[in-house]
């Protein structure tokens, strides 16, 4: 495999399929990340294709522990003192700089909740052409061999439609966001081939940036590319918000002057980036950033 992997992505839909070739996985509220066990360390890579290895240095440590050649794909997350999982701890880590990030994993370290394997060493090599079925019971008995007090753990699934439902109804409160339906048949396949399908507690939809308005350190808005093809200007975002999204701006390379659907004008840039907004469904939609994914 080479870096950076393509990740697969999940469509929304508003109930969960039925039948007998799914698979039902719970949803966590926290960071995408593909862990890399090279010959002489471990990488980890966001969903954009960045290294965030000095930002998850806990999780890089414990993956040391998987054989060398294994790439899993899974969500970073970190629990509140309630125990709830918190996104945004795991969105201030994300942002903080190594020698932070290291202070920030001392007081609530992360966990790696894995819920595919890309590769495993040889003789198995690439599993992405695999079935999910069996890349499944591949992540299971890989992860089996990892000692007990590994924060690398196999995300909670089911075949009984019905369960999943039941994960959806009762554990929002703990931090659990949705339900990812799998095809038990399908490939690993980059981007949204349709065989991996969601629902949210949350009206919310992920955006590709495309450039912004104003100073790229403190942009006024997004200009985000909607799932359905259109590009948009959000509103405008929160002084916490634009800080956070600025260094990643200010960093990327300026393409010029563009236009979004509705006319309006924007710096265009190549950032990436993903965030998680709240769009109408009207002609011109209002688009609202709730935060970086």
């Known amino acids: 495999m080479d870096w950076p992997a393509s990740v697969a992505l999940a469509q929304s839909v508003p109930e969960l399929p039925t039948g007998t070739d799914w698979s039902y996985e719970v949803k966590l509220d926290g960071h995408r990340m593909i862990m890399w066990r090279t010959g002489d360390g471990v990488r980890l890579q966001a969903r954009s ?19 060398a050649g294994s790439v899993l794909d899974g969500e970073a997350v970190i629990t509140a003192e309630d125990g709830r999982i918190s996104f945004e701890a795991a969105q201030a880590r994300a942002a903080s700089s190594p020698v932070r990030a290291r202070r920030l994993a001392a007081q609530r370290p992360a966990h790696y909740i894995a819920f595919d394997a890309l590769q495993l060493p040889s003789p198995n090599g690439d599993m992405r052409a695999r079935p999910y079925s069996e890349r499944r019971a591949a992540l299971l008995g890989l992860l089996a061999g990892l000692p007990a007090t590994t924060p690398i753990q196999a995300v909670s699934a089911t075949t009984d439609r019905d369960t999943a439902l039941t994960w959806y109804d009762t554990l929002h409160d703990q931090g659990v966001e949705g339900i990812v339906a799998k095809r038990t048949t399908s490939p690993y396949r980059a981007d ?10 949350a009206e919310t939809m992920d955006a590709e940036v495309v450039g912004y ?8 808005t997004l200009a985000v590319r909607l799932p359905d093809g259109r590009t948009a200007l959000s509103q405008r975002l929160s002084a916490p918000l634009a800080a956070q999204v600025g260094p990643y701006l200010a960093a990327a390379p300026v393409l010029g002057w563009a236009r ?16 998680e907004v709240l769009a109408g469904t009207t002609r011109h939609p209002v688009v609202t950033v709730t935060r970086m994914r």
């Open 260 to 275: 979004t659907t509705a006319g309006d004008a924007y710096t265009a840039a190549e950032f990436g980036l993903v965030v």
């Open 213 to 220: 308005t104003g100073p790229p350190l403190r942009p006024r």
């Open 192 to 201: 949204r081939a349709g065989a991996w399908l969601k629902i949210r507690h």
């Open 49 to 67: 294709g960045r290294d965030v290895t000095a930002a998850w240095g806990d999780l890089a440590l414990a993956g040391h522990h998987l054989p």
